[in-house]
């Protein structure tokens, strides 16, 4: 059974700094992994979808990796804004059995003006 | 687009009145999702359509919980009779004809069951 961490849970930190969320999942056959982003009593926002055979994505100030092999996935921000705080989720879909994507618990960032 | 397009925003129910979630897939989509999130175990899969068929429901909870997607445009999510520890936001995603594009999310209908 696919299981997808997200560390660390929280993080609160100045405004302007570069930061990383880490995402780590136990079963390294996946078709893509996707990152969201939620903000309260609201939906997910799609940020950023890496392919399998992907190393990294790139939109504006985010940038998110892929290390299949090691199941791992970073989302680097880049000066960050008080307007990125928000929840992040990272998930996973699976190659094979049920196609829906697999969550982490998530990353609630707190940037600080 | 309007994107995936959920009803109700919010509902307040009793327990063992019966529940109706509703759900409008992005246009052209062929693949549909329910999820379900809670503070304790986060989000997680329900039951998954494909061209409006049931593909795997092993998410659903128990029996009390069923869905359907009669056509390419509606899906509905029935709890019944609900009970309080069904309180959760309840969300629907929609994905392109291949599954290696992205899902997009409604924004979530948040059920309380008193």
């Known amino acids: 059974k696919q299981e997808v961490t997200q560390i660390p849970a929280a993080l609160s930190v100045p405004e302007g700094e570069n930061l990383v969320l880490n995402c780590s999942f136990t079963?390294?056959?996946?078709?893509?992994l996707q990152w969201f982003r939620q903000d309260p009593g609201k939906g997910l926002t799609s940020l950023l979808l890496?392919?399998?055979?992907?190393r990294e994505q790139t939109s504006g100030r985010l940038n998110a990796s892929l290390d299949k092999s090691s199941g791992r996935s970073t989302l680097y921000i880049a000066a960050s804004q008080p307007g990125d705080s928000a929840t992040y989720l990272c998930a996973v879909r699976r190659r094979g059995g049920a196609d829906g994507l697999t969550f982490g618990k998530g990353t609630h960032l707190i940037i600080q003006p | 687009d309007a994107g995936v397009i959920q009803s109700p925003r919010h509902e307040v129910t009793e327990m063992g009145q019966e529940v109706t979630l509703r759900c409008k897939p992005i246009s052209g989509h062929n693949s549909l999702f329910w999820y379900r999130q809670t503070m304790m175990r986060g989000l997680e899969l329900l039951i998954y359509?494909?061209?409006?068929?049931?593909?795997?429901d092993s998410g659903m909870p128990e029996d009390r919980f069923s869905a359907k997607m009669p056509n390419a445009s509606f899906s509905t999510l029935k709890i019944q009779p609900s009970e309080p520890r069904d309180s959760a936001v309840y969300f629907c995603?929609?994905?392109?004809?291949?599954?290696?594009?992205?899902?997009?999310f409604g924004q979530g209908t948040r059920l309380t069951v008193v």
């Open positions: 890496i392919q399998s055979s992907q």
């Open positions: 359509f494909n061209n409006n068929v049931p593909i795997d």
């Open positions: 995603a929609s994905n392109g004809r291949r599954l290696n594009t992205e899902a997009f």
């Open positions: 079963d390294s056959a996946i078709y893509n």
